[in-house]
């Protein structure tokens, strides 16, 4: 009996979630370039600061978010075939890691000369250099962060890769990058996967696949850099967390099983829907545990801090793509 009375209340605690998610997929929609998951996030800050905030249906939140956050993490190792990531060559491979690595390492640098809390910086780091909200709710656990710092986290990364948008295909060719390489660029310096598919519009041609490809690359970099955040941790004093959480093992145990090539196409549509309304859900549940005076105005550092890492990002991965590609 308590068994069903829980997953009765799961439930029902799950439909504003879920209708948060549906109206996100439709704004983006209407309006590509506007991030279903901060469309989310924005739309749970709201109901949280009116009158709706009292409703009970909206009460204890958190570890359902954490939940959705979590299986959204390991869905979206259902998007990443590693054999197309090894199809883009030593040259792009090394170009991925290393941009991965120096944003990572550098955001962190920068963060701490400015002084801001240690693990809203590992945050925009993970989000940055990886594959932005995905990334931040991997290793928000790890870091023992705040619903406020992840929150500004997700924000910030997608609105800085929403720029990328436009920013580098305009960059690519005011400094004459062929179609290739510009996709290399935009795949290995924007933040998230959509925002990658929608430079590679931009870009024409045959763009979206290797931008895409390019980008699933710096998105099998979560497993290794949880491990890294993890230890960082360690060594930092703060309370111990496994290197490999659960759906981290999960999202590897979901590339291995994409690799095979047993999953037929509409297994991988569903999945690619199944993951955006979870990542979108939890951004929602997120966003009932911000308050706008917690929030905004969004602070000067946090603001240089995303714009050196997005700096950081685009400057390594062109300088190693001219190098290497």
Known sequence: ?????DARTSG??????????????????MFPLASPLLVALVLGVVVTNTPLARHRILHDQERLTKLLLRWGVVMLGIKLPIDAVFG???????????????????????????????????????????????????????????????????????????????????????????????????????????????????????????????????VAMLAPMSILVARRCAVEGAPKAPLLPWFVVGFIAAVALRSTGVLPESALTVAGVVTNVLLAAGMFGLGLGIRMRELWPVPGRALLLATLSTAIAAGSSLALLAVLV
Not at 13 to 25: N, S, Y
């Open 1 to 5: 009996m308590a068994l069903t009375l």
């Open 12 to 29: 029902y605690r799950l439909a504003p979630a879920l209708v948060a998610a549906a109206i996100a997929a439709g704004v983006n929609l």
């Open 88 to 218: 883009i060559g030593v040259g792009g491979v090394v170009v991925v890691i290393g941009t991965v690595l120096i944003t990572y390492y550098g955001t962190l640098a920068i963060g701490t000369r400015l002084g801001l809390e240690p693990r809203f910086v590992t945050l925009l780091a993970a989000g940055f250099s990886i594959c932005g909200a995905a990334a931040i709710a991997a290793v928000a656990d790890t870091v023992r962060a705040r619903q406020r710092d992840v929150a500004l986290a997700v924000a910030l990364v997608t609105v800085f890769g929403s720029i990328m948008i436009a920013l580098v295909p305009w960059a690519a060719h005011l400094i004459g990058l062929d179609d290739a390489q510009a996709a290399v660029w935009a795949g290995a310096s924007i933040h998230e996967v959509a925002q990658v598919v929608a430079a590679g519009s931009v870009l024409g041609g045959g763009a979206v696949a290797l931008a895409t490809t390019v980008k699933l690359g710096r």
